[in-house]
């Protein structure tokens, strides 16, 4: 017996040894048939076909490897000559896998259009998609379709600003101008053309692959009852918020307070909240000139900012430590922010037996509270243990093909699996 990778005689190194054994009895079930094959083929043609062969490894996975055959002599002497198949293998479960992969993909983008389609139809609001170059109608709903009284598919290729007033039509194409351009606009209202009927538009813009969208909302314009209808109906949500135990804030882009609640009065530990309207939230938030220029220019960017940790400081030195949700809002063209705050001083936490971060959301968290030099070296900690766990994975828990892969020795990459308490060492992994 002789091989030529130190990893494959490890792998097949069985009890007993296999000298002095029947080669059948040293593979698998199922590759006994081909052994004979091998060696029939052999004692009468030279060499005989490659066949495929499995053999049982220590860690209960089969080893593949190829064989051919060939007869020496006339004694009746034969020697089978292998080439290892688990790159190969390898190769293809990880093919398998990517297929799975995209797949399930497939899967949840199908699952996801359904969802779409079936809410895009399902709604009674009339929704339009428009290409934003030539702002004709490339998807319309029923309600769309009855609103504008076309049967279904006729909307389709219309140039939308024809469908108003000459006045409407220039107000839309202005409001779509600025959406382009700024990303957002204030609704337009117009009315349709040779009708009294005045209706709110409002558009957001989306890509679609290479090309800019319009999703276009048409609704009719409220009156006084409607309006009243629908303070009434939210009532009950103001008077939950001004109640709630979370404090809510809503703050300009300069972070000056328009309104807040109860709760977040009580972080402020401020007595007459009307005397405060106005003041910035600067004042009571986080690290001064810090934290909430943080959170606003990531509000700005993102639109929304969920579970920022931060501290709110009372009026009387009372710290209250805070998590954060955020979001862009715009009040009738005055862009503001609201904020969600809840008090995480009780919150029960599982202290880890190691501080160090193990994810860049964990990282991310430490900007601004340790010195840029340690942020650096926890970094370089944390790319190291994902690229390591990532190499085992890959190699189905081979550390000798891990290291390969790394570019590492085996006794560096021993250290390292110590270092990050990785994989089950043994001693004799220690000695090595």
Known sequence: MSFNSEDLARDLEARPPWLHRPWIDTVSLDSRPKV??????AAIAAPSRVRHVNHPSRNGRSVPILYSAVRVGDDGRMVAFGRDLRPVAELQQRLVDAQQSIEQDYNRLRDAESRYRLLFQMTSEAVLILDSASLRVTEA?????????????????????????????????SMLATVRAAGRADDVQVRRDGG??????????????????FLVRVLPASNDATRAASAHAAAPLLDLVEHAPDGFVV????????????AFWSFAQVARPAQAHGENLDRWFGREGVDLTILLANVRQRGTVRLFATIMRGEHGAVTPVEVSAVALNNGGHPCCGLALRDVSRRITVVPDDNAPH??????????????K???????????????????????DNRAGAAEMLG??????YVKLRRYGLGDLTQEDDET
Do not use: K, Y
């Open 36 to 41: 004979e094959m091998l060696l029939r083929e």
């Open 141 to 173: 709903n029923q309600a769309a379709q009855l609103l504008f009284g076309e049967a279904e598919g006729q909307l389709h290729g219309q140039f939308l600003p024809q469908a108003f007033d000459a006045d409407g039509a220039q107000r839309v194409q």
């Open 196 to 213: 009294e009927a005045e209706f709110n538009v409002s558009a957001s813009l989306f890509r679609e692959g290479n090309l800019s969208r």
């Open 251 to 262: 703050i300009t882009e300069r972070g000056d307070i328009v309104a807040a609640n109860t």
């Open 359 to 372: 994810s860049t959301a964990q990282l991310t968290e430490l900007i601004g509270r340790v010195p840029l």
């Open 374 to 396: 340690e942020l650096v070296r926890q970094s370089t900690e944390v790319i190291e243990r994902l690229c390591i766990e990532t190499a085992l994975q890959m190699t189905g």
């Open 408 to 413: 590492l020795s085996r006794q560096s990459f």
